[in-house]
């Protein structure tokens, strides 16, 4: 778990601080995957403080109060316990009591869901935008089970919980000019509000402050996937962006995954046409059709579709809905069948790959270290004790 402290000794420490930013709150925007210009929100404990934008007071509410927030004439028109109080730019909801939370309802077309700490309300593109400034842990606890509640296994929870924290952290500013960190979204890491799960709370607490850091010190991307279908990918042949550390490693232990295997059916011509119409591709060309319609991967993990550097199998994967890039293509007759492995972008962790080699008695850094390469799991609080 620890790390020499003569590794820190040869990187600049004020370097390494500027990089590195260990916040105590995430802006989060939640619901970002939906449209609506109306919903209610129920106080479900503590004390909240609502103030406009320019953050004059507009009252206090508490425990079961209810209130309801809609666009009105381009304005936000706010109503609780049934009072009005209309034309708001922004609406703050701040915790006063700690362990505050809050419930969101009868969002059209939207699941109502829990949510701790303070909300931001504004409106942005003709509808309303939601942010959650939560605490990080709270966060992570939150991101676990939505990423990897199934597991069910409290050192699956521990390698889950450093893997987001060290995520959500190496990207903190990836949405900053829009006033926030971090979607709720697959684009960031899929939030769906407060952990329910007594044992996933309990083990991000555990494991409070550990990251993950590079040979450099500073905090690694640590992406993750349902399952490799048996080797997981360098990270520049998904994001054409290369990392010492995110090298693909042969996974044998995600095969009895559900995920592990999937097929996909496509009609002949409807595939020729998709590669002509997408790509240019020369159906006409009896020997390029042939290769094409018999690709394969059995030899290893590939990049491009048929050798031709222009067709991504990425984008194929995106444009067909695909669970992963890892396929091999089987016709019949006038019917292709796409024969698959594994689920997801295939970079970092492989969750289902990871489960299995806790079961088999990995230890939750030890599996952290077998996906990611010449990395370390470390406490932020140890790593400061060595600053100025």
């Not at 990918?233 to 995920?259: I, Q």
């Not at 997408?278 to 159906?283: A, E, S």
């Not at 394969?296 to 809905?321: A, E, M, P, Y």
């Amino acid at each position: 778990m620890g790390v020499k402290i003569l590794l820190f000794l040869w990187v600049p420490l004020t370097l390494w601080a500027n990089r590195n930013i260990y916040p105590e709150n995430i802006k989060v925007r939640i619901y970002s995957a939906y449209h609506f210009r109306i919903f209610e929100m129920r106080i479900i404990d503590g004390t909240y403080q609502i103030t406009d934008g320019q953050h004059k007071p507009i009252r206090n509410i508490g425990k079961d109060d209810r209130c309801r927030i809609e666009i009105k004439n381009n304005s936000l028109s706010l109503n609780i316990n049934d009072r009005d109080y209309d034309d708001f730019k922004q609406l703050h909801f701040k915790a006063i009591d700690n362990n505050s939370a809050f419930r969101v309802i009868h969002a059209i077309n939207a699941p109502s869901r829990n949510y701790d700490d303070n909300l931001f309300i504004s409106i942005f593109r003709n509808g309303i935008r939601l942010i959650n400034t939560v605490d990080i842990d709270k966060y992570v606890a939150g991101v676990v089970q939505a990423e990897g509640g199934i597991m069910n296994n409290n050192e699956f929870f521990k390698m889950q919980a450093v893997a987001s924290r060290t995520y959500v952290l190496r990207n903190f500013q990836r949405h900053m000019r829009y006033g926030f960190n971090v979607c709720d979204t697959e684009h960031c890491q899929v939030f769906h509000g407060t952990a329910s799960k007594s044992d996933i709370v309990q083990m991000t607490e555990k494991t409070k402050t550990f990251v993950i850091i590079d040979s450099s010190l500073n905090f690694i991307t640590a992406p993750f996937h349902a399952n490799c279908g048996g080797h997981t990918v360098n990270s520049e042949d998904v994001w054409s962006v290369p990392a010492s550390y995110m090298k693909g490693v042969l996974d044998t232990f995600c095969f009895g995954g559900r995920h592990a295997f999937w097929e996909f059916k496509i009609s002949r011509e409807k595939f020729l046409n998709y590669l002509s119409e997408n790509f240019n591709f020369p159906v006409n060309d009896s020997l390029l059709v042939e290769k094409a319609l018999s690709f394969n991967q059995d030899d290893g993990r590939k990049i491009f579709f048929v050798d031709l550097t222009d067709i991504h199998l990425k984008k194929i994967r995106s444009d067909l809905n695909l669970k992963s890039t890892f396929f091999s293509i089987f016709a019949y007759d006038d019917m292709l069948i796409f024969r698959g492995r594994g689920f997801g972008h295939g970079v970092g962790i492989c969750q289902e790959g990871a489960m299995q080699m806790i079961n088999h008695g990995f230890t939750y850094d030890e599996v952290i270290k077998y996906y990611f390469r010449d990395v370390y799991v470390v406490s932020y609080k140890d790593l400061m004790k060595l600053l100025p």
